[in-house]
């Protein structure tokens, strides 16, 4: 309130002080039209924070975060399918599992299923994500 009632009284005061010093001709009109146009926004101010529109929570988001988390792990997990093939020249289904939490949207795991049986492969790929930073990840490899 108090920053309010200065920014209201400093405005007056503008409106005040340029009303004195411009010259009387045409432009003196236009000149004071906006002045006291200042001091009507100004002070109509508060009036028209009533209308402004807020949200009932600040917890609301205005985007489905169920349906953004399974568009990014739906995209993570094609494209860690492609860096491990990449890396290892190995076909690999992955199941990147992506959640909102705590505002923002995080791995919450990762799945890697190969074709393979090589057990150095599978420790290699686990250190290679471990490296990554991801968390909670299993490789294992497929059943017959």
């Given at each position: 309130m108090k920053t309010y009632l200065l920014t209201a009284a400093a405005v007056i005061f503008l409106?005040?002080?340029?009303?004195l010093i411009i010259p009387h001709g045409k432009l003196n009109k236009t000149i004071v039209f906006v002045m006291r146009m200042a001091c009507i926004l100004v002070l109509i101010q508060p009036i028209t924070g009533i209308f402004k529109l807020k949200p009932s929570s600040t917890?609301?988001?205005?985007?489905d975060t169920e349906y953004v988390a399974s568009v990014y792990t739906k995209n993570q997990s094609e494209s860690l399918e492609k860096l491990?093939?990449?890396e290892y020249t190995e076909e690999?289904?992955?199941?990147?599992?992506?959640?909102?939490?705590?505002?923002?949207f995080k791995v919450d795991s990762v799945s890697v299923q190969t074709s393979s049986e090589n057990d150095k492969l599978i420790s290699d790929i686990y250190a290679y994500l471990k490296k990554l930073g991801y968390i909670n990840i299993t490789v294992y490899a497929k059943s017959p």
């Open positions: 409106s005040v002080i340029v009303s917890d609301e988001t205005l985007y491990l093939y990449k690999c289904d992955c199941q990147v599992n992506v959640v909102y939490s705590e505002g923002k």
